[in-house]
Nanobody, 124 residues
């Protein structure tokens, strides 16, 4: 089991930047895959980005590729999501997720640990 805690959300203007952090505790071995998902009000949860702890393998949703960057600091057991050129349609609650499945996926059901979420609001 992996325990996750997100931080870094807030209110930002159109075109601004934010960096989300996800601190992990518990089992953070090389087999852990980490993902960011988001859920806007009235919409389904959607994949944003994912990374493996052990490798630089990353995956992005097409809607954020080139604007968002996922990274990890193994020494701090923390995964980051740097979000640049934010748009109002990026407004959502952002969730960090972890899987012990040894890989990463765009499918939220693949992940078995979730953080509490952090609100990101982009004003126009």
């Amino acid at each position: 089991q992996v325990q996750l805690a997100e931080s870094g959300g807030g209110l930002v203007q159109d075109g601004g930047s934010l960096r989300l952090s996800c601190a992990a505790s518990g089992r953070t071995a090389s087999s852990v895959g980490m993902g960011w998902f988001r859920q806007a009000l009235g919409k389904e949860r959607e994949f944003v980005a994912a990374i493996l702890w052990s490798e630089a393998n990353t995956m992005y949703a097409s809607s954020v590729k080139g604007r968002f960057t996922i990274s990890r600091d193994n020494a701090k057991n923390t995964v980051y999501l740097q979000m640049n050129s934010l748009k109002p349609e990026d407004t959502a609650v952002y969730y960090c997720a972890a899987t012990l499945g040894g890989s990463i996926s765009r499918v939220w059901a693949y992940y078995d640990s979730w953080g509490q979420g952090t609100q990101v609001t982009v004003s126009s």
